[in-house]
């Protein structure tokens, strides 16, 4: 957690989205149009409510024709660690320790390919666990991806349930599946940026994230 925390300090503005407790509405919108994926990495830094138990959501990615497309997936039980899931197409993967619910950042990378379902989690840089079996479809076009709500429809249909608590930052996207030697790498230098990200958290990044009753320091740049 002290590598993280000099991680976002090394960095002299990002936008931190603070989730205060959970909502029906308090969520984040990527402007990105996704094509067809059939392999995807998403990397990202976290700092969960520590008084919030329960299913909780990172991020959902749905399609028209599929409301339950891709999503990453956390259970919070008082005095364990935080619990990670992937779901993709509708199948859930296996909730899985990650990390101490600590009150500190945490870096999470999952990777998913449609050859075998093939898929693993990552935190702090190093793996956590991996698997097969989740959906061999290619992941839709054109998809709506939101930060701290689980969708019930395309884009919407919020559950104060399963959302998210806590605070957000440093989210990319590939299209392809980052290797364990990469994530480990990108870790230690404090830099997501292993080549070729197709979504990057960046300095205009409320060009590319709309924010939705999110008020407060999430709307502003945060400055260390």
């Given at each position: 957690?002290?590598?993280?925390?000099?991680?976002?300090?090394?960095?002299?503005e990002?936008?931190?989205l603070e989730?205060?407790?959970?909502s029906d509405?308090?969520?984040a919108?990527l402007?990105?149009?996704f094509?067809?994926?059939?392999s995807?990495s998403?990397?990202?830094?976290?700092?969960?409510?520590p008084?919030?138990?329960?299913?909780?959501?990172?991020?959902?990615y749905?399609i028209?024709?599929?409301?339950?497309?891709?999503?990453?997936?956390?259970?919070?039980?008082?005095?364990?660690?935080?619990?990670?899931?992937?779901?993709?197409?509708?199948?859930?993967?296996?909730?899985?320790?990650?990390?101490?619910?600590?009150d500190?950042?945490h870096?999470?990378c999952?990777?998913?390919?449609?050859?075998?379902?093939?898929?693993?989690?990552?935190?702090?840089g190093l793996?956590?666990?991996?698997?097969?079996?989740?959906?061999?479809n290619?992941?839709g076009?054109g998809?709506?991806f939101?930060?701290g709500?689980?969708q019930?429809t395309?884009?919407g249909s919020?559950k104060k349930?399963?959302?998210?608590s806590?605070?957000?930052t440093?989210l990319?996207?590939?299209?392809?599946?980052?290797?364990?030697?990469?994530?480990?790498?990108?870790?230690?230098e404090?830099?997501?940026n292993?080549s070729?990200p197709?979504?990057k958290w960046?300095?205009s990044?409320?060009?590319?994230?709309k924010?939705?009753?999110?008020?407060?320091?999430a709307?502003a740049?945060?400055?260390?």
């Open positions: 957690s002290n590598l993280i925390f000099s991680c976002l300090n090394s960095s002299s990002t936008l931190i989730f205060a407790g959970r509405r308090n969520h919108r402007l990105h149009k094509p067809s994926m059939d995807v998403v990397c990202t830094r976290v700092r969960f409510d008084n919030c138990f329960g299913i909780s959501t990172i991020f959902s749905s028209q024709s599929y409301i339950n497309e891709f999503q990453l997936r956390v259970n919070l039980v008082k005095g364990k660690p935080v619990q990670l899931a992937l779901l993709v197409h509708g199948v859930h993967g296996p909730y899985k320790e990650a990390f101490d619910l600590d500190f950042w870096s999470v999952v990777s998913w390919s449609q050859s075998g379902g093939r898929w693993a989690l990552f935190t702090d793996v956590v666990s991996r698997g097969e079996g989740l959906s061999s290619n992941i076009p998809g709506r939101i930060i709500q689980e019930d395309f884009g919020f349930n399963e959302s998210f806590g605070s957000i440093e990319y996207i590939w299209d392809r599946v980052l290797n364990s030697s990469e994530i480990y790498t990108m870790e230690k404090c830099s997501p292993s070729g197709v979504f960046s300095g990044i409320l060009c590319t994230v924010l939705y009753y999110i008020k407060g320091p709307l740049v945060t400055h260390y």
